[in-house]
């Protein structure tokens, strides 16, 4: 069963699916030195990333959550749910609103469109620091909205 | 290749229609002619003034009978991969130019940036056009389209331009930011626009003129050219002025080359582009050129890792803008 979106089972699949890369079909779809390259660019990425699900009432979150996604060569080791003060004040800070992880979860939109519309948004942070990682962030961040199930809170009624 | 005074002035003055016939190359050399005579923005607003045009003019009906009926599927799907970059890189910066233009304090330069921001709305009108009417794309709204172009989209189309977007974000929270605003001016108007675009610019362009196909796509995407003329010779001026008042802003223009070159030396997939008569290295002999003319002109000396970074470009990373 799909667990709550940022709920501390939700987040461990989250985790575990951005950790665990590409499958075979999904390597062979890019070149192996594409591949190579995300390899690359996640070693360089050693950033505690806050992540903070934007506050989006109409799917049943009045406030907005966050959790922490401490990485380390190219993983996220460590990860917890955290208070939006801490995850704000990490080094890097993700935003995403639940109809967007809605979104790329259900294939309606892709973590590359998110990312140039800003609906996965950087925060805070260096910006050419952040995108000279710009693949391992695209993949790591897809393989994780896309393969990790979720269920909205149920919403309360008057 | 320098461009004679007859052919400056026929690009400077043809009128939409003769867009049609106007060789691409010397619209590609009409932008460096400009760059080399420093227009200021007042100039450059009187330009757009005379040549802007209307994209409701197009007629697309050969289009659609040369993409159904002449074109491979190989020189197609080539097509497409390029054009998908401009698809998105049109509306991305349509969107996204306002905080240049907030941020920038001269009153010239506003006034021109107004008329630029007008020219990524036409153009992105125009790409919608072409996609619903010639490709066969349907959706609602540009959005709509634009998630149907997107499969033809590469993971370095994304980074450049969510790494142009954010740093309009951060202009947005700081406007009085020198630094970003000039990272974020050489991130788009030397780079995406005057390396990047250009470049995918002359080879598509020269594909369709020497196929004989696309006339509607010529004509519209020809006078986007000589739009974009206006834009990238803003942006050397804007370059070149900077750097004269605070020389330390070279570190802000490498660094918006340094991500760009480091996005752009991966490809995610191959793309065939002999379908549209060019080899590889034919690219990227026309991207080194481009990019080494605009950075000459604003006095910009590029460093050893940035000379080495830019011979591995890979086309297939950046098309469009």
């Known amino acids: 069963m799909a667990e709550e979106l940022f709920s501390e089972a939700w987040l461990h699949e989250f985790v575990r699916n951005g950790n665990n890369g590409p499958t075979a079909r999904e390597r062979e779809e890019k070149l192996p030195n594409y591949w190579e390259a995300v390899a690359k660019q996640g070693a360089t990425y050693n950033f505690p990333t806050g992540l903070i699900l934007k506050a989006e009432p109409a799917k049943g979150y009045p406030q907005p959550l966050a959790a922490l996604l401490p990485f380390q060569q190219g993983r996220v080791i460590g990860e917890r749910l955290c208070s939006v003060q801490e995850a704000s004040q990490q080094e890097m800070v993700i935003q995403i609103a639940p109809s967007v992880y809605e979104r790329v979860n259900a294939g309606e939109e892709e973590i590359g469109e998110a990312m140039m519309y800003r609906d996965l948004l950087l925060a805070k942070g260096d910006v050419a620091t952040f995108f000279l990682c710009s693949y391992f962030i695209q993949e790591w961040f897809g393989f994780a909205m896309r393969r990790t199930a979720f269920r909205l809170p149920a919403m309360q009624t008057a | ?321």
Not at chain 2, 27 to 33: F, G, L, P
Not at chain 2, 91 to 103: I, K, N, Y
């Open chain 2, 1 to 321: 290749m320098a461009i004679d005074i007859e052919a400056e002035r026929v690009v400077e003055r043809a009128s939409f229609r003769e867009m049609r016939t106007v060789d691409v190359n010397d619209v590609i050399e009409y932008v460096h002619a400009g760059i080399q005579q420093w227009p200021t923005s007042r100039d450059l607003y009187d330009k757009y003034a005379i040549q802007r045009w209307n994209v409701q003019e197009l007629d697309f009906t050969q289009d659609r009978i040369d993409w159904e009926t002449k074109l491979s599927n190989d020189e197609k799907e080539a097509f497409l991969y390029v054009a998908t970059g401009f698809h998105h890189g049109e509306r991305q910066v349509e969107v996204d130019l306002w905080p240049e233009f907030m941020a920038i304090d001269n009153d010239e330069d506003k006034i021109f940036l107004t008329s630029q921001m007008e020219d990524e709305a036409r153009h992105t009108i125009f790409f919608d056009r072409f996609y619903r009417e010639v490709v066969g794309y349907d959706g609602e709204g540009i959005r709509g389209v634009l998630h149907q172009s997107y499969a033809h989209a590469t993971p370095g189309l994304v980074g450049a331009f969510a790494y142009l977007t954010h740093l309009g974000d951060r202009i947005r929270q700081n406007p009085e930011d020198r630094h970003t605003l000039v990272e974020f001016i050489a991130a788009y108007h030397l780079w995406i626009e005057g390396v990047g675009a250009l470049t995918v610019m002359q080879t598509t362009l020269n594909f369709c003129r020497r196929r004989g196909v696309l006339p509607g796509y010529y004509q519209g995407f020809n006078a986007t050219t000589r739009d974009e003329s206006r834009h990238v010779q803003f942006g050397t001026s804007v370059l070149h002025r900077m750097l004269h008042e605070d020389p330390t802003y070279v570190e802000d223009i490498n660094r918006a080359l340094r991500v760009n070159l480091a996005i752009s030396s991966v490809a995610a997939f191959r793309v065939q582009y002999e379908p549209l008569g060019y080899t590889e290295e034919e690219f990227q002999g026309i991207f080194m050129n481009q990019l080494m003319r605009k950075t000459r002109a604003i006095g910009l000396e590029l460093p050893q890792d940035i000379l080495e970074a830019a011979q591995n470009v890979r086309p297939e990373a950046f098309g469009g803008g």
